[in-house]
């Protein structure tokens, strides 16, 4: 049997397939993370690919069924459908990958051109004697400014309580970083200049590690953002630092070890040292900016809802508590508004968004959710408060998107077709998971437009004094108790989906735009990057629009802060950007209550001025 060779893009595994071996089957074979709900036969549609190059096998029903003429023709297939031929390239979308394969999607590489900041200069000291007792610092900056014609004055005092001991050991050869004709660090003759961007969330903290020379990400991990333990919303954790001021240097110094545990992991995969990381770039909601800076947050919390400083800010890292090189600067991008922040703008940067001509939404989905309308020329902003029934808080079985996580669902007839991450034996139900379950629930009419659990249906059960559905049985979890959906849950989605649906619709009512204009969705943020789009319209979180125009794009604040980490020219663009958006407070907007009274139903509807009109 003749063996084909496979790339798997963007993630970037190639092997060795045989020709009667499915895409889904080599996928698996070199740990590509294609999810598959129906077990590789075509019903689920969940493994939808791209062939770029290569000879495949002819298209099945099924895929007529999948994809328009069009689709197909450009080369759309389901995975476990589709057979090599010849050697092939094959894209996997975002949404059909797996949690852990989303993951490394979201550190693809960001193509601009590297224009640092700072530049590093290699010297060769003269040893001092006797004849020459300089001081150190005076013998490098007049080696620097002979050498390489600059005109530097100063040395961090951060670098200067190390130099001494630093030449020496180096033997009189070093590189100086300069930064605005001031020396910030003072590195081994072969050192890397690094950098790192963060962006800190309400729930997880993200950290990329970056070549300055070049753009190239070493490394990227996301962890969780240990302030959860202040509260899981950002209005408990202001809350908290308000009542005390021992609060408010306990939640600032969580975002910060947090961000050097990641930076020491960063650099332990790369193989370098933190004290090579000479700049870094972090990006957030205003409160979390805030809270990182330790600024007055009391402001914030209280109408109109206004931000201390709203301009990016250049902040010494020592002055933050970051270990990384001792004269190191953080910068931190612009804010929008109380409840719009850096991230959203670094958002906006990475994406384009904001220089589109077409009418676009974007929206950054989490705890708080960011939403940007652009739309005959002016960007428009808003804040919902979505809360974390999707990321798994406040649901009975929810949980983080971890092993075991129920993360695609469909419901076929009495049958439940579920996929786990990893694979594992189910312990909960993730944010995607989630979704699907209202969306499948309401499809098979086992909830009706209105959420309410319906009786006498198949699996729905009373269990102390409320209606559930059980997704999995105590007899499938071998005793285990019963993974299920409870009418709280669904209480609980309609109110997130219903906040960020009234977000969307009042910024098209404030702009004078209809759904109909809008030609593109871009979806970031964590819980954004893993939901299947066809269930956030079947339930009306996101308007009936064709699903073509829809695009999920990651974490794409932390690929902005990763831009403005290595190129000036993407600082002033994110200032241009913050310059450029209104914003408009959700709740001053007219119909704001009745929108959401009629955004929590579930189905596919427009609104107009209050009223929901259902599309079938």
């Given at each position: 049997?003749?063996d084909?060779?496979?790339?798997f893009?963007?993630?970037?595994?190639r092997g060795?397939c045989q020709?009667?071996?499915s895409l889904?089957?080599?996928?698996?074979?070199?740990?590509?993370g294609?999810?598959?709900?129906?077990g590789?036969k075509?019903?689920c549609?969940a493994?939808?690919?791209?062939?770029l190059s290569?000879?495949?096998?002819?298209?099945?029903?099924?895929e007529?069924e999948?994809?328009?003429?069009?689709e197909l023709k450009?080369g759309?297939?389901l995975?476990?459908?589709t057979?090599l031929?010849?050697?092939?390239?094959i894209a996997?979308?975002?949404?059909?990958?797996?949690?852990?394969?989303?993951?490394q999607?979201?550190?693809?590489e960001?193509?601009?051109?590297?224009?640092s900041p700072l530049?590093?200069y290699?010297?060769?000291?003269?040893t001092?004697?006797?004849?020459?007792?300089q001081?150190d610092?005076?013998?490098?900056?007049?080696a620097l400014?002979q050498?390489h014609?600059?005109?530097?004055t100063k040395v961090?005092?951060?670098?200067l309580?190390?130099?001494?001991?630093?030449l020496?050991?180096?033997?009189?050869?070093?590189q100086a970083?300069v930064?605005n004709?001031?020396?910030?660090?003072i590195l081994?003759?072969k050192s890397?200049?690094?950098?790192?961007?963060i962006?800190?969330g309400?729930t997880?903290v993200a950290?990329y590690l970056?070549d300055?020379?070049d753009?190239?990400?070493?490394a990227?991990?996301?962890v969780m953002?240990?302030q959860?333990?202040?509260?899981?919303?950002?209005?408990s954790?202001?809350?908290?630092?308000?009542?005390?001021?021992?609060?408010?240097a306990?939640v600032?110094?969580?975002?910060v070890?947090?961000?050097?545990?990641?930076?020491?992991d960063?650099?332990a995969e790369?193989?370098a040292k933190?004290?090579?990381?000479?700049?870094?770039?972090?990006?957030?909601?205003?409160?979390?900016?805030?809270?990182f800076l330790?600024l007055?947050?009391k402001?914030?919390a209280?109408s109109?809802?206004?931000?201390?400083?709203?301009?990016?800010l250049?902040?010494r890292?020592?002055?933050?508590?970051?270990?990384?090189a001792?004269?190191?600067?953080?910068?931190?991008l612009?804010n929008i508004?109380?409840f719009?922040?850096?991230d959203h703008v670094?958002?906006?940067?990475?994406?384009?968004?904001?220089?589109g001509?077409?009418?676009?939404?974007?929206?950054?989905?989490g705890?708080?959710?960011?939403?940007?309308l652009?739309?005959?020329g002016?960007i428009?902003?808003?804040?919902c408060?979505s809360?974390p029934?999707?990321?798994?808080?406040?649901?009975?079985?929810?949980?983080?998107?971890?092993?075991?996580?129920?993360?695609?669902l469909?419901?076929?007839?009495?049958?439940i077709?579920y996929?786990?991450?990893d694979g594992?034996?189910p312990v909960g139900i993730?944010?995607?998971?989630i979704l699907?379950?209202?969306?499948q629930l309401?499809?098979?009419?086992i909830?009706?437009d209105?959420g309410?659990?319906?009786?006498?249906?198949h699996?729905?059960?009373?269990?102390?004094g409320?209606?559930?559905?059980?997704?999995?049985?105590?007899?499938?979890?071998?005793?285990k108790?019963a993974?299920?959906?409870?009418?709280h849950?669904?209480?609980?989605l309609?109110l997130?989906?219903?906040?960020i649906?009234?977000?969307?619709q009042a910024?098209l009512e404030?702009r004078?735009?209809?759904?109909?204009e809008?030609?593109?969705v871009i979806?970031a943020?964590?819980?954004?990057?893993?939901i299947?789009v066809a269930?956030?319209?079947?339930?009306?979180?996101?308007?009936?629009?064709?699903?073509?125009?829809?695009r999920q794009?990651?974490n794409a604040?932390g690929m902005g802060?990763?831009l403005?980490?290595?190129s000036?020219?993407?600082?002033a663009?994110a200032?241009?950007?913050?310059?450029?958006?209104s914003?408009?407070?959700?709740?001053r907007v007219?119909?704001f209550e009745?929108?959401?009274?009629q955004?929590?139903y579930?189905?596919?509807?427009r609104?107009i001025?209050?009223?929901r009109?259902e599309?079938?």
């Amino acid at each position: 049997m003749a063996d084909f060779t496979i790339d798997f893009e963007p993630v970037g595994r190639r092997g060795k397939c045989q020709k009667n071996e499915s895409l889904l089957a080599c996928a698996r074979q070199l740990g590509v993370g294609i999810s598959s709900i129906c077990g590789g036969k075509g019903a689920c549609h969940a493994c939808k690919v791209q062939v770029l190059s290569g000879t495949v096998s002819k298209p099945t029903p099924n895929e007529h069924e999948a994809f328009t003429s069009q689709e197909l023709k450009e080369g759309s297939r389901l995975a476990c459908q589709t057979y090599l031929a010849s050697d092939c390239k094959i894209a996997v979308p975002t949404e059909s990958m797996t949690t852990p394969q989303r993951v490394q999607a979201e550190g693809l590489e960001v193509k601009v051109h590297p224009e640092s900041p700072l530049l590093a200069y290699r010297l060769q000291l003269a040893t001092p004697s006797l004849e020459a007792p300089q001081a150190d610092a005076d013998r490098l900056l007049q080696a620097l400014n002979q050498q390489h014609k600059l005109r530097c004055t100063k040395v961090d005092i951060g670098a200067l309580r190390t130099i001494s001991d630093q030449l020496r050991s180096w033997k009189w050869e070093c590189q100086a970083v300069v930064r605005n004709g001031e020396v910030i660090a003072i590195l081994p003759p072969k050192s890397r200049q690094l950098g790192l961007a963060i962006d800190v969330g309400t729930t997880k903290v993200a950290g990329y590690l970056v070549d300055l020379n070049d753009g190239r990400t070493l490394a990227a991990k996301g962890v969780m953002n240990p302030q959860i333990s202040y509260g899981e919303d950002i209005i408990s954790r202001m809350t908290a630092v308000v009542h005390s001021p021992d609060n408010a240097a306990a939640v600032q110094k969580l975002a910060v070890d947090a961000i050097n545990e990641l930076c020491t992991d960063l650099c332990a995969e790369a193989g370098a040292k933190s004290e090579e990381v000479v700049e870094a770039v972090v990006v957030g909601n205003t409160a979390m900016h805030h809270l990182f800076l330790r600024l007055p947050v009391k402001q914030l919390a209280l109408s109109p809802f206004v931000p201390a400083v709203s301009r990016a800010l250049e902040v010494r890292a020592g002055e933050l508590g970051l270990n990384i090189a001792p004269g190191a600067y953080v910068h931190l991008l612009p804010n929008i508004a109380g409840f719009v922040g850096a991230d959203h703008v670094s958002m906006l940067l990475a994406t384009d968004a904001w220089q589109g001509k077409e009418t676009t939404v974007a929206l950054d989905i989490g705890t708080n959710t960011e939403v940007s309308l652009i739309c005959k020329g002016k960007i428009t902003a808003t804040s919902c408060a979505s809360g974390p029934a999707f990321e798994g808080g406040h649901i009975k079985y929810g949980m983080r998107a971890a092993t075991g996580a129920i993360e695609r669902l469909r419901i076929d007839g009495d049958k439940i077709q579920y996929q786990t991450i990893d694979g594992a034996p189910p312990v909960g139900i993730c944010g995607s998971g989630i979704l699907d379950a209202l969306a499948q629930l309401y499809l098979a009419k086992i909830i009706d437009d209105g959420g309410r659990i319906i009786d006498n249906r198949h699996r729905v059960r009373a269990y102390k004094g409320q209606r559930e559905f059980i997704l999995v049985s105590k007899e499938e979890r071998k005793g285990k108790p019963a993974i299920t959906v409870t009418q709280h849950d669904i209480r609980e989605l309609q109110l997130a989906k219903a906040a960020i649906r009234t977000g969307i619709q009042a910024l098209l009512e404030t702009r004078g735009c209809s759904e109909a204009e809008i030609k593109q969705v871009i979806i970031a943020g964590a819980f954004g990057t893993y939901i299947d789009v066809a269930s956030a319209v079947a339930i009306g979180m996101l308007p009936p629009l064709p699903l073509n125009r829809f695009r999920q794009v990651g974490n794409a604040a932390g690929m902005g802060a990763k831009l403005a980490l290595i190129s000036l020219k993407s600082r002033a663009k994110a200032q241009a950007v913050a310059s450029r958006v209104s914003y408009i407070e959700l709740a001053r907007v007219p119909n704001f209550e009745p929108t959401f009274i009629q955004a929590s139903y579930l189905g596919r509807y427009r609104i107009i001025d209050g009223r929901r009109e259902e599309i079938n």
